[in-house]
């Protein structure tokens, strides 16, 4: 629902955090973030790069790296937990173990008009 609720009030009921403590940061091993975040329901945060595709544990360390060309949206993660990514000129599924399941070539030029 657009706004979270029928008011558009973008207001959530549930509470955030109480502090500003970090529980844990991660620095990935390549130089450039490219995408937002996107969490599978075992708590796996995937974040595409420069350099491809990053799985990090919940634990803050890295599970497994799929390098591929810049990814260029943030990944979506299917009922199967497939996580799909888009990069210049392809559409990848890859598994929640990071192995390559397909990969479609597409037409990634955009235009202003």
Same mark, same amino acid.
């Given at each position: 629902?657009?706004? *979270? ?5 973008? /207001?959530?009921? *549930? ?11 991660? /620095?990935? +091993? ?15 945060? #995937?974040?595409?790069? +420069? ?10 360390? =890295?599970?497994?790296? #799929? /390098?591929?060309?810049?990814?260029? /949206? ?9 996580? #799909?990514?888009?990069? +210049? ?5 890859? !598994? ?6 397909? =990969?479609?070539?597409?037409?990634? !030029?955009? !235009?202003?008009?």
């Amino acid at each position: 629902m657009f706004g *979270y609720n029928s008011q558009h009030t973008f /207001q959530s009921k *549930y509470l955030g955090p109480e502090t500003s403590t970090i529980k844990w940061k991660f /620095q990935p +091993s390549v130089n450039q973030i490219t995408t937002g975040l996107a969490i599978d329901q075992n708590g796996t945060i #995937y974040l595409g790069t +420069s350099e491809g595709l990053a799985a990090i544990t919940p634990q803050d360390t =890295e599970k497994w790296f #799929y /390098q591929t060309n810049r990814i260029l /949206q943030t990944p979506l993660i299917g009922f199967d937990g497939t996580i #799909y990514i888009i990069t +210049s000129g392809k559409i990848l599924a890859i !598994s929640p173990n990071g192995n390559l399941k397909w =990969e479609k070539e597409i037409n990634t !030029s955009f !235009s202003s008009n």
